[in-house]
């Protein structure tokens, strides 16, 4: 392999704080109202910016995630944003994005994030329906998301997401079509959409493990699958990853930067970054990253995982990947060992490559069943 440097395409910054810690959650994010806390940990963010060098393009996105961004005071938002800016980080971002909790939002607020030039808004709304919401401890109801989108529509957001989650207990056809139905009504220009994992160590697991809350069965979350693919299409929403549709020209820049295996910078507690090369991750404490917002765990990833990792990232894309790409970057012609690794994949209709185009990608049906053919990758 080819051992060149690649510039920065995306800046993550990550905000581990909620309002109340929800019950399938399993991201860093800590439950506080302390703002005394939130603005040391924003300055910390701010120590961390000042002392990291990298070469960024002038276009990288900007991405602010958690935890929940909404829930930092706004004077600490200034001070990352300007922070950002007066280094380099935020130039002409193709798009900067805030995620934000519905429960957490109002006028004034949504207008500061315009006016520091965040031009995309991602909301976690999760279903439109409120024993859903409130049976996996969610602090907003269905109403709180529909006046959060009309903010932020008031405010100039053009571009908006929302989170929803299908598999979801209580959740059935009819309950999840509704959601559907909600967010279509809103037209907005993107929507992810993703299947409720019960993750090892979270609330709802220990729940559903203890016979408390029952999760609807298989079949059903299959007959979803199905039915809402068609719906999203004629309502002009174009699936361009496993879980991500959107309007014409209105996919998420930041997320296509991890999905092309693009260099990326990440700042705050337990944020990772990635180099071309390298993982870096900051450590996975509050208290300790106000301490010492520098101290980042590294893993220098091997050829082996660099070629894994391109290949499943890449895949996630309807759009596919252009296997000549790899040599481009890391200096190796993969096209022969990769055929070769998913060749039953291939026999079975999950992935399809073009010759003449370069383009290897997954099948309507390989989006389903994508599993299978990352694992072949492993
Ligand atoms: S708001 Fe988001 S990050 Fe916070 S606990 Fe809920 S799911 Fe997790």
């Given at each position: 392999m080819i051992k060149k440097s690649f510039k920065v395409h995306g800046v993550y910054v990550h905000v581990?704080?909620?309002k109340r810690k929800c019950l399938y959650c399993d991201f860093f994010s800590c439950a506080s109202d302390n703002t005394e806390l939130m603005l040391q940990y924003a300055d910390a963010v701010c120590c961390q910016i000042e002392q990291t060098q990298a070469e960024v393009t002038d276009y990288a996105t900007i991405y602010f995630g958690g935890g929940t961004p909404s829930i930092l005071p706004v004077d600490g938002l200034i001070r990352i944003v300007e922070k950002l800016k007066q280094c380099g980080f935020w130039q002409m971002p193709k798009e900067a994005t805030i995620e934000c909790n519905p429960g957490t939002v109002d006028l004034d607020k949504l207008q500061v994030y315009r006016q520091l030039g965040f031009d995309r808004i991602s909301f976690g709304v999760q279903s439109f329906n409120n024993n859903e919401l409130q049976i996996i401890g969610r602090i907003h109801n269905a109403d709180d998301a529909l006046t959060a989108v009309a903010l932020a529509k008031a405010v100039g957001f053009k571009r908006i997401n929302v989170d929803l989650i299908y598999g979801l207990p209580l959740q059935n056809l009819n309950s999840f079509q509704y959601s559907l139905q909600q967010f279509c009504s809103l037209n907005l220009s993107h929507l992810s959409l993703y299947s409720l994992i019960l993750e090892d160590g979270t609330s709802l697991k220990t729940m559903v493990d203890n016979g408390q809350i029952k999760m609807p069965d298989e079949n059903l979350t299959a007959d979803m699958d199905d039915w809402v693919q068609k719906f999203l299409l004629q309502h002009g929403y174009k699936r361009y990853e496993i879980s991500n549709y959107a309007k014409t020209g209105e996919e998420s820049k930041h997320n296509l930067v991890y999905w092309n295996y693009l260099p990326y910078i990440g700042f705050g507690a337990g944020a990772t970054g990635f180099d071309g090369w390298t993982r870096y991750k900051g450590v996975e404490n509050i208290g300790q990253y106000i301490q010492s917002p520098l101290a980042v765990e590294k893993e220098h990833l091997t050829c082996d995982n660099i070629y894994s990792e391109f290949m499943f990232m890449n895949l996630r894309?309807?759009?596919?990947?252009?296997?000549k790409e790899y040599k481009e970057r890391y200096g190796e012609d993969i096209i022969d060992k990769t055929l070769t690794k998913i060749n039953t994949c291939i026999e079975d209709g999950l992935v399809e490559y073009d010759d003449k185009k370069d383009v290897l990608r997954l099948t309507e049906r390989g989006m389903s069943l994508g599993d299978l053919v990352f694992s072949k990758f492993v």
């Open positions: 581990p704080f909620c894309k309807v759009d596919g990947v252009r296997l």
